[in-house]
């Protein structure tokens, strides 16, 4: 089998090229070295450098979520979502947020969707029993766990008796003495 052994001025232009190329890696590279610093650095230019990538915004609300910029996340998981909205891990973390700001009425929906899209997020589930119970639906809290354990998730066992020690503790709550 012959090889192609540049001679002369191919071997010149050959060197040339390879040297040009690997020059323009090396600039790239110390270009973008800086990007790599910190994961807002990071998310943050990922977003500019793949704007249509739903997993770099999702990346980047996460982040949002953890400088305590909760209405700047959701607005970046809003993006996520509307560029794929096929993912449950999106649903799941934008609910997470909700959850996290007392919102469980807004988090049930996502917590919903997610488990449409991957029945068997079985942290998801534990999820919605945990909003369910909060917004005081302990019967359909008891219905998600029971439908957990009848697919043989034996762990769901235990929510159902958090389930109606939770129950059983809000009927003993006292309401607050009323002021004169």
């Known amino acids: 089998m012959a090889r192609w052994r540049p001679t002369g001025a191919g071997a010149l232009l050959f060197g040339a090229v390879t040297w040009a190329l690997l020059l323009a ?3 790239r590279s110390r270009a973008r070295l800086p990007v790599w610093r910190d994961n807002q650095v990071l998310y943050a230019a990922t977003i500019r450098d793949a704007p249509q990538s739903y997993w770099a915004w999702r990346n980047y609300a996460g982040d949002l979520v953890l400088q305590d910029r909760p209405d700047d996340a959701r607005a970046a998981y809003a993006r ?4 794929f909205d096929r993912d449950p891990t999106v649903y799941d973390d934008l609910a997470g947020l909700e959850r996290r700001e007392g919102r469980c009425d807004r988090s049930l929906p996502l917590l919903d969707q997610a488990l449409r899209l ?3 997020r079985h942290q998801t589930a534990a999820r919605q029993i945990g909003c369910l119970v ?3 639906r302990f019967d359909s809290a008891r219905a998600v766990a029971r439908a957990r ?3 043989g998730h034996e ?3 235990s929510l159902l008796g958090l389930v109606d020690s939770a129950e059983r503790a809000r009927h003993l709550e006292v309401p607050p003495a009323s002021q004169p």
């Open 155 to 157: 762990e769901f066992r």
């Open 25 to 27: 890696g090396i600039g």
């Open 134 to 136: 909060t917004l005081g």
């Open 149 to 151: 354990v009848a697919r």
């Open 118 to 120: 991957d029945p068997e």
């Open 80 to 83: 996520s979502l509307a560029l």
